[in-house]
C-alpha cells in the first residue's frame, strides 16, 4: 500500500468525503553519490562565509535578497508567521469543463481515497457525477506550508487531484513564439500535414514507451558490479538535408500508411470503436436510446462514444440494425 502523504476531508456543497491523499506518480531515475577518487570516503558539503571561507553553524545563517539594491534579510519566525495555515479539508467551490483546463498548467497529480471503505458512498457518487458531467471541481489545499489552486477530477475508478500553476506563473506563448502570421503554406501543404496526422493516428498505449535511459544505467551498474566491460553504443548518423516541404510530407504519409498495412489486424474491439466513430450525434444519440443507456442526453460526444462501445451487445446491435461503418465528408 502506498504512503498516505496527506489525511483530511474533501467537501462539496454540504456533503464530506473523509480521505487520503497519495502520490499518483513514483520516481524511478537512479541516483548517485560522491566519493573521492580511488577511495570509498564520500564527498561533503559544508557552509562558508563567501569572503572569508570561515565555516558556519546553522545559526550564524539567515535568509536574505537583494530588493533594488539594499540587502533585506528575513528571520524564519517572520516568514512562518505568512505560513497558510494548515488544512485538513479540501473544499470545492466551483466546478468547470475539465477540458476547459489548459494542459499546461498541471503541475503534479495525487490520487484521493476514502479512508473509511464502509462509508464511501459520498465519494463514489461524486467520481460517477464527476465523470459523467466531465466536471472537475477547483479548490485550493494547504500542503507541506504552501498552499496550492487544484482541480479534483475523475479518473479511472478513482478521484484525482491535481496541482495547478497560478495564471502569474504560466508563461504566455508570445514569449518565446512569435505571434501567428498570416498562413503563408499552400492548401496542398496542409492538406498534406492533415493526411500524414490522419495516418499516424493511434490509440494512446503508454505501456509502449519506456524509460530506456534510466535502464541503460541500471544495466551498466550491473555490468560493472559483475565486471563486465560496458557496452559502448554508436552514434547516430547525422539527418540527411531535409526535403522540400510538400515532397517531405508525401513521403511520410506514404511511409506511414505502408507501416500501418503492416501492422496485425485490430482486435474487434477496436473495430467496434472505430464504428461507433464514425456515427454521427443523432445515429449515436439512437444507438444510446437502444441500449437503454442512462443519461444520455446529457453525454458528450466523447462520453457517448465511450459509453457505447463499453455495453455489451452494442457492436452487434449496430449490424443488425444496418448501422454500417462509414466515412465522414470531408469539406472542400
Request: proline share 7%.
Amino acid at each position: 500500500m502506498p504512503q498516505k502523504i496527506w489525511n483530511g476531508f474533501l467537501t462539496f456543497g454540504l456533503v464530506t468525503v473523509p480521505v487520503g491523499l497519495y502520490n499518483a506518480t513514483e520516481d524511478h531515475s537512479i541516483r548517485f553519490n560522491q566519493y573521492q577518487r580511488g577511495t570509498h570516503d564520500r564527498v561533503r558539503y559544508r557552509k562558508v562565509n563567501e569572503r572569508t571561507g570561515e565555516q558556519l553553524r546553522n545559526e550564524d545563517i539567515v535568509k536574505g535578497r537583494d530588493v533594488g539594491g539594499t540587502l533585506v534579510t528575513v528571520e524564519q519566525w517572520e516568514l512562518d508567521e505568512l505560513a497558510p495555515v494548515r488544512s485538513r479539508t479540501i473544499e470545492i467551490d466551483g466546478f468547470v469543463e475539465l477540458t476547459e483546463i489548459d494542459p499546461v498548467c498541471f503541475h503534479h497529480t495525487y490520487w484521493l481515497a476514502p479512508t473509511d471503505e464502509q462509508q464511501d458512498r459520498p465519494y463514489r457518487l461524486l467520481h460517477r457525477a464527476m465523470l459523467d458531467t466531465n466536471r472537475a471541481g477547483i479548490a485550493t489545499f494547504v500542503l507541506h506550508g504552501r498552499e496550492y489552486l487544484t482541480a479534483v477530477h475523475a479518473h479511472s475508478g478513482a478521484l484525482a487531484l491535481s496541482t495547478l500553476f497560478f495564471p502569474d506563473e504560466v508563461r504566455d506563448p508570445p514569449t518565446v513564439v512569435s505571434p501567428p502570421r498570416a498562413d503563408q503554406r499552400s492548401g496542398r501543404e496542409l492538406q498534406l500535414a492533415t493526411d500524414l496526422i490522419r495516418s499516424m493516428s493511434e490509440p494512446w498505449q503508454p505501456s509502449r514507451y519506456t524509460d530506456t535511459y534510466t535502464a541503460r544505467v541500471r544495466q551498466l551498474l550491473l555490468d560493472k558490479a559483475r565486471g563486465r566491460s560496458p557496452v559502448t553504443r554508436t552514434e547516430p548518423a547525422e539527418p540527411a538535408e531535409a526535403p522540400e516541404l510538400a515532397e517531405a510530407l508525401r513521403h511520410s504519409v506514404e511511409l506511414a500508411r505502408h507501416h500501418r498495412s503492416e501492422r496485425e489486424p485490430a482486435p474487434r474491439k477496436d473495430l467496434a470503436e472505430r464504428e461507433v466513430s464514425s456515427l454521427t450525434r443523432d445515429e449515436l444519440r439512437r444507438r444510446a436510446r437502444e441500449l437503454n443507456i442512462r443519461g444520455r442526453s446529457k453525454l458528450s460526444r466523447a462520453q457517448l462514444e465511450r459509453a457505447i462501445t463499453e455495453t455489451p451487445g452494442s457492436h452487434r446491435r449496430g449490424q443488425q440494425q444496418g448501422d454500417e461503418p462509414r466515412t465522414r465528408d470531408r469539406k472542400p
